[in-house]
């Protein structure tokens, strides 16, 4: 079984920082895509940055050049820095990855729990 467990959310003011951790556990033979989404009330799921194995990454425009994904790959763990945070930042941010399990190749989604980050203003 595979888990992945977020870190890091909370209360900042507007203008903070905030730095996001998702760890991935289990049987994982390789992950080739790690992303942070977020959900605010009463909107949809959104993506908000992709960093893949090879190190690419992609950003929504919202959160362009003020949030930066990172992963640390031997420890299965990638971050998100937010930066300059505003009150239409606030959501909860959930982690995804794309990985494979044991020897297989066949590629699976698995999803946090999903963390709370409230920007006041």
């Known amino acids: 079984q595979v888990q992945l467990v977020e870190s890091g959310g909370g209360l ?29 009330p009463g909107k949809q799921r959104e993506s908000v940055a992709r960093i893949t194995s ?15 994904i990172s992963s640390d790959n031997a420890r299965n763990t990638w971050y ?11 959501a909860v941010y959930y982690c995804h990855a794309e990985l494979s399990i044991g020897g297989s190749p066949v590629r699976y989604s698995y999803w946090g729990q999903g963390t709370q980050v409230t920007v006041s203003s």
């Not at 003011?13 to 959900?39: E, H, P, V």
């Not at 090879?54 to 930066?68: E, L, M, N, P």
């Not at 998100?80 to 606030?90: A, C, G, I, V, W």
């Open 80 to 90: 998100l820095q937010m930066n300059s945070l505003k009150p239409e930042d606030t």
């Open 12 to 40: 900042v003011q507007l203008g903070g920082s905030l730095k996001l951790s998702c760890a991935a556990s289990g049987n994982i033979f390789s992950i080739y895509a790690m992303d942070w989404y977020r959900q605010a």
């Open 54 to 68: 090879g190190s690419s990454t992609a950003y929504s425009d919202s959160v362009k050049g003020r949030f930066t």
